[in-house]
């Protein structure tokens, strides 16, 4: 590392910079899990939002009675997002564990050793 890279700010990763980075130095999974967990967050969030508007208006209709959903909507706003958090937390948990491709081998392929086929022994039979 030198006095540059030392003084130089890190970089945020972005996904095009991502993308575009031809030395793999930085990775496109957790960019791209973000914003998935993002995407959820907001798609269940105006869901339940439409709920919630849902239960007034039948509210209004049909009589306060119709109130007993709202925890319903909240319980399944809840449970959709607890199943998107844990996806997305496998997703990283197994994409951490992987180890760093290497763009060259370190070393030399070791040779395999040749086993001899075996025997009748092996195969139950007596000599």
Do not use: N
């Not at 967990?37 to 269940?44: E, F, I, R």
């Not at 319980?75 to 844990?86: D, S």
Request: charged share 15%; aromatic share 12%; glycine share 8%.
């Amino acid at each position: 590392m030198t006095f540059q890279d030392q003084s130089r700010p890190p970089r945020r990763s972005s996904l095009p910079a991502a993308l575009l980075d031809l030395r793999f130095e930085q990775h496109v999974t957790p960019i791209l899990v973000k914003w998935i967990y993002a995407g959820v967050l907001a798609v269940v969030g105006f869901g339940v939002l439409f709920g919630l508007l849902w239960v007034w208006s039948l509210a209004v209709w049909i009589g306060w009675a119709m109130w007993l959903a709202a925890p319903i909507v909240l319980g399944l706003g809840l449970i959709a997002l607890l199943t998107a958090r844990v996806a997305c937390e496998r997703v990283m948990v197994r994409y951490r564990s992987l180890p760093a491709p290497a763009l060259y081998p370190v070393t030399a392929p070791v040779p395999v050793k040749e086993q001899a086929a075996p025997g009748p022994q092996y195969l139950g039979r007596p000599e």
